[in-house]
């Protein structure tokens, strides 16, 4: 059985309230395993993983069966695992001031007919401006909070907090309700904080701006034919009949506004922006006006900004936000802020691999997603908090090359799998039949590997 080293265990036992005791110490099992696994990992493996020191008995298949039974029968909840992660993460990177939460959704890829919640989805990734690709799995939301940190080759990271499922089917909630669902529970758990929202084009709707409380701030993409209205309303004669204007005349769209300000119309002219943005230093130029959105907001103004690199390598970016009085440098900078949920999900697929364990039944599929991402959080705030610190981190840090990077998710797995290791094979502690039972670990360990 693997060793739960102390600082990981201080932030593992944050979630205890979440589960059962039974639960509790299956989730803990399952967490050490789910990193320790060096194979594909599906839960047959991991649950073997679990058990180290003893070849697996296939023989016996309900030695698994509670690692089975954790996600389709326990009584724990995503949303109650949700809360805990909230309470983990905000006291734990001391976040002040408006806390940034970025909403996307990612498709694991899943096939199987009998497999609960199974559609067909477009795959971003094989998906091109000319061709959208489509594939077979499981659409998940996610909201996850972006942290800045500073002094680092990487200054945002974001941790994932909730998730939840998009069905497929028509008359199921789309992702932008699951967004909004999700967004009311973190108000509804911390109603003093206020937040920042940032999502991509597909969240700039009705469904998530409709009735945005004033402590949540929208940073989004807009259309770029995006129907615009003055928001300072005309007075109407008072010997005119009918209804009073709610929206002044109609302005340009953002390519409009684009196009005007390269024709150096009067009012309309580009501005030198100043930015950083992807770990880089860049000169922007943006044009800004206000306006109203009323197909999607109503008559809420919304600051508009058109982001133009100078250098030609990105496309007119056409961003809004529901602060009128916000910078051009804070609203580049602030949604720029969301590919940290990109790496995210990369680190999620490729290390973690979320897509890995095949279940059918809907309890097991609605928990899984959710209980991997929450097993990120859990390393990543390890890794902040203490893991950086530890001697496992310093001796592969001198071993990192220049494309490396220690705040991915695949150093930090390496650091802490390696500080596992350590606390589980102490030599220097151990007489010579302790010492050949840590051998035989080892050899297993390799076995279960292949």
């Known amino acids: 059985m693997w060793i739960m080293i102390p600082s990981l265990a201080q932030t593992v036992e944050a979630l205890a309230p979440v589960f059962t005791h039974p639960s509790f110490a299956t989730h803990s099992s399952l967490l050490l395993a789910w990193v320790m696994n060096l ?52 006291p734990t990177r001391k976040l002040v001031g408006p806390i940034t939460l970025v909403v996307d959704d990612t498709l694991a890829h899943k096939r199987g007919a009998s497999v609960w919640g199974l559609g067909w989805w477009r795959d971003a990734v094989a998906s091109t401006k000319k061709r959208v690709a489509t594939a077979s799995g499981h659409n998940w939301v996610v909201v ?5 940190l500073p002094l680092t080759k990487i200054p945002i990271l974001a941790f994932p ?13 789309s992702c932008a309700d699951r967004a909004r669902e999700m967004v009311a529970d973190v108000r509804a ?15 700039a709707c009705q469904e998530v701006l409709r009735d945005l ?13 995006a129907a615009l209205y003055d928001p300072r309303v005309p007075a109407q004669p008072k010997d005119k009949r009918g ?6 005349p109609r302005l340009p769209c953002p390519k409009g506004a684009a196009a005007r300000a390269d024709g150096k119309e009067s009012g309309w002219a580009w501005q030198s922006v100043s930015v950083t943005i992807y770990g880089k230093a860049r000169e922007l130029l943006a044009v800004s006006y206000e306006a109203l959105w009323p197909r999607v907001l109503g008559g809420r103004p919304v600051r508009v900004v058109v982001v133009r690199d100078p250098s030609g390598r990105m496309d007119d970016a056409h ?53 991997v991402w929450a ?54 502690s151990a007489d010579e039949p302790e010492l050949r039972r840590m051998v035989n670990t080892l050899k297993n360990w390799a076995h279960l590997a292949a």
């Open 161 to 173: 907090l909730l998730s939840r499922l998009h069905w497929p089917g028509p008359g199921q909630p």
């Open 319 to 371: 961003l809004f936000t529901t602060d009128v009085r916000a910078s051009l440098e804070w609203v580049i900078g602030k949604f720029a802020e969301r590919w940290s949920i990109e790496v995210l999900f990369r680190g999620s697929k490729q290390v973690l691999e979320v897509e890995g364990p095949q279940h059918w039944c809907r309890e097991s599929v609605e928990k899984v997603g959710p209980w």
């Open 243 to 248: 209804p009073k204007p709610r929206k002044g």
């Open 144 to 148: 996850a909070v972006a942290v800045r």
């Open 213 to 225: 409380p004033a402590a949540v701030t929208f940073v989004g993409r807009m259309r770029g034919d």
């Open 189 to 203: 758990w911390f109603g003093d904080r206020t937040f920042v929202l940032v999502g991509d084009g597909a969240y």
């Open 39 to 90: 194979g594909r990992r599906n839960l047959l493996r991991v649950a073997e993983n679990t058990r180290p020191e003893v070849l697996p008995d296939h023989s016996r298949r309900h030695d698994a069966d509670a690692y089975y039974n954790f996600f389709e029968r326990s009584a724990w909840a995503p949303k109650e695992l949700a809360y805990r992660l909230c309470v983990l993460v905000f």
């Open 375 to 428: 097993a990120q959080t859990v390393v990543m705030v390890w890794y902040v908090s203490a893991g950086h610190e530890t001697a496992e981190a310093a001796e592969l840090r001198v071993r990192m090359g220049s494309w490396d990077s220690e705040w991915s998710l695949r150093h930090r797995i390496q650091v802490l799998r390696r500080a596992v290791l350590n606390a589980t094979i102490n030599p220097d």
